[in-house]
């Protein structure tokens, strides 16, 4: 027990470190790329000593791996508790909303996911033949089950699933294009308010799903 009559809780602290580092190493990645970020520089930007870094991860490959796992799993959380009891109408304005706000709140992350995709996948492979096809796969026997039961139009559930990821990921991969149509120098909350509406309105319509009130 410290002077201030608080436990000192270790686990805690190497949970807290772990966050700081992979959000120092979403922006060094962003800034210079995978080539140009280096483990001295996301040490520094964490504020963190550069041991205590390889004391959580070994290499910069591992950083890069943990912040890319870290990103999806992010994405998808809202939708990773789907059950077939659950109206399919709440579950899927759910996820799109979430979709939007991480978007707008974690635009960088979004762009470096896109990278690494469009470079064939070299640190995610593994990832997306395991684990990501695993959580398609069991969301969409959900949503399978709610067309099977008539709950909703019969689309194709894999393909709902790529259309709210993209849609919903558009907002921050191609931010700079959608400002300049628009003619806007930055977005703003009743953008991102108004682009989730919008997808949820058109999305569940395709569906034959009324937007939940």
């Not at 580092?21 to 964490?46: C, D, M, P, V, W």
């Not at 870290?70 to 059950?83: E, M, T």
Request: aromatic share 10%; with cysteine; glycine share 6%.
């Amino acid at each position: 027990m410290g002077g201030n009559g608080r436990k000192y809780r270790p686990g805690r602290i190497r949970e807290r470190n772990r966050e700081k580092i992979l959000q120092a190493a979403e922006q060094e990645f962003a800034l210079h790329g995978y080539r140009g970020a280096t483990i001295q520089s996301i040490a520094e930007r964490a504020v963190l000593p550069k041991s205590n870094v390889l004391y959580y991860f070994s290499n910069k490959d591992r950083i890069y791996s943990a912040m890319l796992d870290d990103i999806l799993g992010r994405w998808n959380q809202v939708f990773s508790d789907i059950r077939p009891e659950d109206d399919p109408a709440r579950a899927l304005a759910s996820f799109i909303r979430a979709k939007v706000e991480m978007s707008r709140q974690f635009p960088l992350a979004s762009r470096l996911f896109a990278t690494e995709i469009i470079q064939g996948a070299p640190f995610l492979m593994d990832h997306l033949r395991t684990d990501l096809r695993e959580w398609v796969r069991g969301r969409a026997a959900v949503i399978q089950q709610w067309i099977d039961e008539g709950r909703m139009a019969p689309v194709d559930p894999v393909q709902l699933i790529f259309l709210i990821w993209s849609s919903t990921q558009h907002y921050a991969d191609f931010q700079v294009q959608i400002l300049m149509v628009e003619n806007k120098a930055e977005y703003e909350q009743r953008d991102f308010d108004h682009a989730a509406e919008f997808l949820i309105d058109v999305i569940l319509r395709g569906c034959g799903l009324e937007k939940p009130a």
